[in-house]
């Protein structure tokens, strides 16, 4: 269980709010970028009017001001051109202007760092402008001083109030675009506030005027809505308007730091819906654009998204490597940025039960953020993390009081994810301590909420966005191609025309133009035939990708009510145990338990994959064998060793080979160690020549007795494993030497293999 990404992806927040500042300043400049200094310093020196030369030197102050990188001489530019407007404006009484002198005055010590002195300029400013009832004026002026104010916590309220007030004297003075810029902030702050839907309300009402106005640059507010929709867990919607700002930002070819984020956000969509490979895609395009922009933030944020699908994938000693390697070769200081590799560390040594690395991350957490996360907005992020090092650490009162806690935040935000993951660990600590109607309510939230979140019908509509998207772009090259094909048809016939001029005769020109004429029709003709069958083969093709589109989700279905009957039998055989005293009716009810589990694995695989038919066999053995050790973790001192390669196998055989490994190893952890004895396993599942595998489960245990007969056995386990064995069509053979050895060899079926 992976409680790392969520943090992350809110630990983004904050480094976005710095990324929203520099797009912010980055879409002045673009205004900026239209004036000319050159042509307005010659326009000054020629104006004659007075007024007219005042506007000039605001404007030429106001582009140093917004000028790309605050160089100290760009900065004295401009205050020695505002002061020269500040004394034209008094001189002839221009009340508008003087206003204007005084705000642009603010803003240069703004990028000065001066704010004490910018925050008092900027009071006298907004005074100035309400008293001369200039609305849109005093806006700009409430605005600018919300600018102030560093994106903290205890800053929030502040900024709202003053966005807030700008916004209704934007509205009062009819600037639409200052109305949808102060709405898309107003959302920003709601949704590090982790308050989403309010930040959905002034999103939305964002875009809604900013599509009013034609405006195309939205890549940063569907970014925006992503992010606040992965929040609430509507992986829907999030992945829809990710997709969105990626379109967007490819049509205006914005290749800066927001289209990074826009990248990792589509990542982690994609990570929470458990489709791996797409969530490493769109992480290392991301990795790619924060290289390329030089951003150390951005780079060690993307860096750690990757190491938390390192440790969903188990490897969790890259994840600790990657995350210490990129601390080291991109430093940054940010103590909040810590944290958060901190809780990386946290998590992962959690999971890997190494409780003493964990103590001391965790010990760090619980300073910076207080025992219940409440500082600093990351509650619902750490609380998670901290329910399940309480679980593991088997303290079950702070467990219980942390899980009620993130329960009902994870309520309030409308996260079923979240709750159905604390109630799963709920129902395990429930079970372990013998609650068992307890267990099984948690247990049946669990399933409830997961299915909300995971149902085949969300699947379908997440597939349909993914298809669509896909669509919108081959269009966009077909597009393209066609266009560069006509250049160049244009461009043949140009030749061929300037050829002839020089060569021909009258007669010759005549023929050319005959033929010319031909070809023409004959070209017409040809492409209309071919225009009708295009038509009908995209017909077919829709039809096509309709019935594929369905049959797919018809088989992910079927897989998932597999998987939830087999879950309910397993459910319902472990209330039956509660009510069992018979040591050998317990031990037979444990083993079906394993084996419907064995089985469930792999429907679950095949419902959560695209992949609707094979099963990749080291995932599977691994996910088996870690569920056998969780099982027997309190009673067994065994080591297992796994060495298995990454092999796809269909339906029929892996669900047979998963058997015999179940039960296999369920034999050896029972029977090889008597008295706890300490002991290693090993799995191995190999490819020996073209199409043929060999599974080998060895122990260094007891063996089996001296005068053991396979022939005249009377054991289930090893029976069952011999009839597996025959479906597979392969060959059974034991070795009792020094332990325990099985080899099984089979034939892989490449009937169906769509491994590739």
Same mark, same amino acid.
């Given at each position: 269980m992976n409680f790392s990404s969520y943090?992350?992806?809110?630990?983004?927040?904050k480094i976005f709010c710095f990324l929203w500042i520099l797009l912010f300043t980055e879409s002045i400049l673009k205004a900026q970028t239209k004036e000319n200094p050159a042509l307005l310093r010659k326009q000054i020196s020629a104006s004659k009017n007075t007024a007219q030369k005042t506007t000039l030197l605001l404007r030429l102050s106001d582009y140093y001001i917004s000028k790309k990188g605050e160089l100290r001489n760009d900065l004295d530019s401009a205050e020695i051109l505002n002061k020269e407007a500040g004394l034209l404006s008094r001189k002839t009484g221009d009340r508008l202007n003087i206003g204007k002198s005084m705000l642009l005055d603010a803003k240069i010590d703004k990028e000065r760092g001066n704010k004490t002195a910018s925050f008092s300029k900027m009071k006298i400013?907004?005074?100035?402008?309400?008293?001369?009832?200039?609305?849109?004026q005093t806006g700009e002026g409430y605005e600018e001083l919300s600018f102030l104010y560093d994106n903290e916590p205890q800053n929030f309220e502040t900024k709202i109030k003053l966005k807030e007030k700008a916004l209704l004297l934007y509205k009062n003075s009819g600037a639409k675009l200052k109305q949808a810029s102060v709405s898309k902030d107003l959302g920003e702050i709601y949704n590090m506030m982790e308050n989403p839907d309010k930040a959905i309300e002034f999103l939305k009402?964002?875009?809604?005027?900013?599509?009013?106005?034609?405006?195309?640059?939205?890549?940063?507010?569907?970014?925006?809505?992503?992010?606040? /929709?992965?929040?609430?867990?509507?992986?829907?919607?999030?992945?829809?308007?990710?997709?969105?700002?990626?379109?967007?930002?490819?049509?205006v070819k914005d290749n800066s730091l927001q289209l990074s984020s826009i990248y990792s956000n589509i990542g982690m969509v /994609?990570?929470?819906?458990?489709?791996?490979?797409?969530?490493?895609?769109?992480?290392?395009?991301?990795?790619?654009?924060?290289?390329?922009?030089?951003?150390?933030? /951005?780079?060690?944020?993307?860096?750690?998204?990757?190491?938390?699908?390192?440790?969903?994938?188990?490897?969790?000693?890259?994840?600790i490597a990657m995350i210490k390697e990129y601390k080291s070769r991109y430093p940054i200081a940010d103590q909040e940025f810590e944290m958060t590799e901190n809780y990386i560390l946290f998590s992962t040594y959690t999971i890997l039960k190494q409780f003493k690395n964990a103590e001391i991350y965790y010990k760090k957490l619980v300073s910076y953020y207080g025992e219940n996360a409440e500082k600093n907005n990351k509650q619902i992020s750490l609380l998670r993390g901290f329910v399940f090092y309480h679980y593991q650490t088997k303290n079950y009162n702070a467990m219980y009081r942390e899980a009620r806690l993130f329960d009902s935040i994870a309520k309030k935000n409308g996260n079923d994810m979240l709750r159905s993951e604390n109630h799963l660990i709920w129902f395990k600590a429930d079970s372990s301590q013998g609650k068992y109607l307890d267990a099984i309510e948690h247990y049946q939230l669990y399933k409830k909420l997961s299915d909300s979140v995971f149902n085949g019908e969300k699947s379908k509509q997440i597939n349909s966005l993914k298809i669509q998207f896909d669509t919108d772009q081959k269009d966009k090259n077909i597009e393209l191609l066609t266009q560069k094909g006509k250049l160049k048809d244009i461009q043949i016939a140009n030749d061929t025309f300037i050829k002839y001029v020089f060569i021909g005769s009258i007669l010759a020109l005549i023929i050319f133009a005959a033929l010319l004429y031909n070809r023409s029709r004959l070209k017409s003709n040809a492409n209309k035939t071919l225009e009708l069958k295009r038509k009908q083969i995209d017909e077919q093709n829709e039809q096509l990708k309709k019935l594929l589109s369905e049959k797919e989700w018809l088989l992910k279905e079927i897989h998932h009510r597999v998987k939830n009957n087999l879950q309910i039998v397993i459910s319902l055989l472990n209330t039956q145990s509660a009510y069992l005293e018979n040591e050998d009716a317990l031990m037979a009810i444990q083993n079906s338990q394993h084996r419907m589990h064995a089985m469930s694995l792999i429907h679950q695989k095949l419902y959560q994959s695209d992949n609707l038919s094979t099963i990749d066999i080291s995932w599977y053995i691994y996910e088996l064998i870690s569920y056998i050790k969780e099982c027997y973790s309190a009673e067994k001192m065994i080591h297992f060793s796994i060495d298995t390669e990454k092999v796809f196998l269909d339906v029929s055989q892996a669900v047979p080979l998963g058997l015999i490994v179940n039960e296999a190893v369920n034999n050896t952890v029972k029977y090889a160690f008597p008295d706890n004895v300490k002991g290693e396993v090993t799995v191995s599942f190999k490819n020996t020549e073209r199409d043929f595998y060999e599974l080998v489960i060895s122990d260094n245990g007891v063996g089996l007795p001296e005068n053991f007969n396979m022939d005249e056995t009377e054991s289930l386990g090893m029976n069952l494993m011999r009839g597996l064995t025959d479906q597979l069509d392969g060959t059974f053979l034991l070795e009792n030497k020094n332990g325990l050895k099985i080899t099984i060899t089979f034939r892989k079926n490449i009937a169906i293999d769509t491994s590739h």
């Open positions: 943090f992350i992806n809110k630990n983004l927040l400013a907004v005074s100035y402008f309400e008293k001369n009832k200039m609305t849109r009402q964002s875009l809604a005027i900013y599509n009013s106005l034609k405006f195309k640059d939205l890549q940063g507010v569907y970014n925006l809505l992503s992010q606040v /929709y992965i929040q609430k867990a509507d992986y829907e919607e999030a992945l829809k308007y990710g997709l969105l700002a990626e379109k967007t930002a490819v049509e /994609y990570y929470y819906l458990r489709q791996n490979d797409d969530a490493m895609k769109y992480w290392e395009k991301s990795l790619t654009i924060a290289k390329k922009n030089n951003d150390n933030g /951005y780079i060690r944020t993307v860096a750690n998204n990757i190491s938390t699908m390192l440790i969903r994938q188990r490897k969790f000693e890259e994840a």
